[in-house]
């Protein structure tokens, strides 16, 4: 598998691949890339996967062999190396969001995350802290039905004092009792003026008149003077 | 769900004691909305001084050497005795006044239907004018003898006993007079009660003016 396809943290920018000389080199020879349709020349022989006129075997172990064919059947590459190497530029930019440099690149891209996660925060909405506007608005409803309900009671009962604070008025309509009822007062009846006979009699009856302004109490004996 | 809980709870609770209190207010007794009619008379110790009151009073005795002495020398024990004796005429005095007050005002509430009513309540309003004044006189003379009482109180008597006596003298005048009132309070319990009698009759009849 491509290390350049694994995600590393640490991955070193992608090189072009370079081209493989197995006479001078003691090193084995780095993993082919993905082979890129060099639309120049002409398809590969059966067997050989040339990657952009550069020599390229399926296996690393075969590597060699091929390159130093290639490498020899080829002796005029150097014009297609600089397409080869800007051919393998663009391979390597198509290949990048796969595995995006960390260094250097990772700036713009984490800034980018960055804003993308506040934008998020920003359209959630919020959770708490929200204010329960259908229960207050029946909290409010319900307190001014009962204002209402007790201010039309007030008003009743003032109507009833209306008509009482009018002494000596002498009533023209014959229906002044039901206006009077319907005002929220009441009728007097015969028993109302009898009971309260009885209770100016028993009230007045009741206060100790001759104790409470007895002339004797301020008198010089009582004071010792 | 308990945030809100906790956030509607109070409210609930406000409106239900602001509904209370409407409701109480629109229960009262209509009888005790009616005016009585009494009167609350000025008090002279708002008016003046207890100095310019014992000036006004000493002109009207004279002691000689020897009674000024003898007042000097017991008006301390008076002093305490008077003071006793006005803490009764207090507790006595506002359980009078709140017995008239009470007999008013429920006449009045009375007197007052009748006449909406359509019934004739002329007699029955004269008597309880008559009523009324007559309360009201007593409520006068009852808060100067207050005013005396608590200046005997008050005073110096050692060094002023002919004030003493002049004060004492008063107090004595106006708790009689007070008195008297009160007897012509009770003497219109007879006359309320014919005309109450009549109105009743009246109403029974269906007589209407």
Sequence with gaps: MDPRLQPNQDTPPVQPVQDVKPAQSAQAPPPPPAPVPNPIQAPSPAGYEVADSIPMAAQPGQAQAPAQTQEAANPDQEPHDELDKILQAVNSRVQAPLNPPKSGGNKILSKMAASAAKAKKVKEPKVSGGKPVIPMAIVIIVALSLSAVAFMAYRQSSKANILSNQPGRVGTSSDSADAIQSAGGTLVRPADLDDYSQTLSQQLNGLNDKGDFDSSSLSDAVLGL | ?209
């Design chain 2, 1 to 209: 769900m308990k945030n809100i809980t906790k956030k509607i709870v109070p409210s609930l609770m406000c409106s239900a004691v602001l509904c209370a209190c409407f409701f109480s207010v629109a229960k009262a007794d209509t009888t005790n909305t009616v005016l009585s009619g009494l009167i609350t008379p000025p008090s002279q110790e708002a008016n003046t001084t207890i100095d310019e009151r014992l000036a006004a009073r000493r002109p009207k005795v004279q002691l000689s050497t020897n009674e000024k002495a003898s007042i000097a020398e017991k008006c301390t024990l008076a002093q305490t005795a008077v003071n006793e004796r006005r803490t009764k005429d207090s507790k006595a005095a506002a359980s009078r006044l709140q017995t008239y007050n009470e007999l008013v005002k429920r006449l009045t509430f009375l007197v007052d239907n009748l006449s909406a009513q359509g019934n004739d309540a002329t007699n029955l309003l004269a008597a309880q004018n008559y009523f009324v004044g007559s309360i009201n006189s007593y409520l006068v003379d009852a808060e100067n003898y207050k005013t005396t009482m608590d200046d005997l109180v008050n005073m110096d008597c050692k060094n002023d006993p002919a004030g003493f006596r002049a004060t004492l003298t008063e107090a004595r005048s106006l708790r009689t007079k007070t008195g008297q009132d009160v007897a012509v309070v009770k003497g219109n319990l007879t006359t309320l009660q014919k005309d109450l009698a009549a109105a009743r009759q009246a109403l029974i009849t269906g007589k209407k003016s």
